[in-house]
């Protein structure tokens, strides 16, 4: 029997984070492929679309109207998913049935006036006024007594449920830490405790050393696929420093944030050259008062496509019934993330 390869033989991945498991068939990454391969068509969007709910100076479905606004903007999300006013409550019966009532805020974050611009295509001075709002709206919504995690995210792409193609992202606040944050709450807080040290400061510094996983970096902050990856071209970013949430960034670290984002997302486009679709969000501290000295904060991608502009990674069969799966390994998703150029493939 040949030795244990990670590279060739199936095995199991644990994320440390979660405290769950990926199966990986590196063997199957080079099985024949019959599905069919195409080139997306390329878009051509106007700068400002007069139907747009999101452009400057446009109605929403809601009958609102935005301001001119020429940087970015925000607002209450006119369908939330949660809602400030609600009565607190719970339902209980024989143990088995239990519901709690959940109080929130839901906004929408207009990252540009400009209807045919995505975040790559953005300049950095740009995308760090995003990162700005960001914060600011963290600060605001975790200021509420009511509001004890605030989850910011980006759905990029028709594929990802994106209903609309101005540049946007969402927040949604809310009085319960959910399930993800939580996870990754209790295992970070374990470590913390067992080790002295941050778990994600520790396990970037083994990935320097590596350099096996690692896609880009700046001076503040790495870009890798983790080790433990479920989509195919899943990345993490993780600032150097040991910071909890994005309103104890510095200056520096905000601009530095910006381009690594950039630099990530540029990546992204060039590797089929599209529009690469993707859920993006950041995790950071609980806002409930508790002590989360444990948390490193970080951003994570989760895009679908897995071989092409079209072809995309189906969670379906096993992974629904069983756990999630994949075939290309991380260290290999890496190298060919790594090798892209990071100028933008339609400059
Ligand atoms: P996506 O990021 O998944 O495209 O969602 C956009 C959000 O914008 C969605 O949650 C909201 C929807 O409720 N929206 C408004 O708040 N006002 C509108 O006029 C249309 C859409």
């Not at 994570?300 to 390994?329: C, H, N, W």
Request: proline content about 7%; hydrophobic content about 35%; overall charge neutral.
């Amino acid at each position: 029997m040949p030795t244990f390869d990670l590279s060739e033989h199936p095995h199991r991945r644990y994320n440390p984070l979660t405290g769950s498991w990926v199966l990986v068939s590196p063997h199957r990454a080079k099985r024949p492929w019959q599905g069919q391969v195409e080139k997306a068509p390329v878009e051509l969007r106007p700068a400002y679309d007069p139907k747009c709910y999101l452009c400057p100076g446009n109605e929403r479905a809601g009958g609102q109207q935005n301001p001119e606004y020429t940087g970015t903007y925000s607002f209450v999300n006119d369908f939330s998913a949660l809602l400030e006013d609600v009565p607190e409550g719970s339902y209980e019966k024989k143990g088995i049935f239990r519901a709690e009532s959940q109080r929130g805020v839901c906004k929408v974050i207009c990252f540009s006036p400009r209807h045919d611009l995505t975040i790559p295509q953005m300049e950095v001075r740009a995308i760090r006024k995003v990162v700005d709002l960001w914060v600011e709206e963290y600060e605001e919504l975790s200021s509420k007594d009511f509001i004890n995690y605030v989850q910011i995210f980006e759905n990029k792409g028709a594929i990802m449920g994106c209903s609309n193609l101005h540049p946007h992202g969402q927040i949604w606040s809310q009085s319960t830490v959910p399930e993800v944050p939580a996870l990754k709450t209790y295992y970070q807080q374990k470590y913390h405790k067992s080790h002295g040290s941050s778990l994600l400061a520790d396990c970037l510094r083994e990935e320097l050393k590596g350099n096996e996983r690692i896609v880009t970096a700046n001076d503040r902050f790495v870009a890798l696929v983790p080790f433990w990856a479920v989509w195919p071209f899943e990345t993490m970013i993780i600032p150097r420093r040991h910071v909890q949430n994005i309103s104890q960034l510095t200056d520096e670290e905000k601009s530095a944030l910006a381009d690594i984002y950039k630099r990530v997302t540029v990546r992204y486009d060039n590797l089929f050259e599209v529009s690469f679709p993707y859920s993006a969000g950041i995790h950071q501290s609980p806002t409930d008062g508790q002590d989360h000295r444990a948390w490193h904060m970080h951003v994570s991608f989760y895009p679908p496509l897995l071989r092409s502009a079209t072809v995309k990674k189906f969670m379906v069969g096993y992974e629904m019934l069983a756990e999630p799966q994949r075939d290309i390994t991380p260290e290999l998703s890496a190298a060919r993330l790594r090798e892209l150029p990071e100028r933008h493939y339609t400059e």
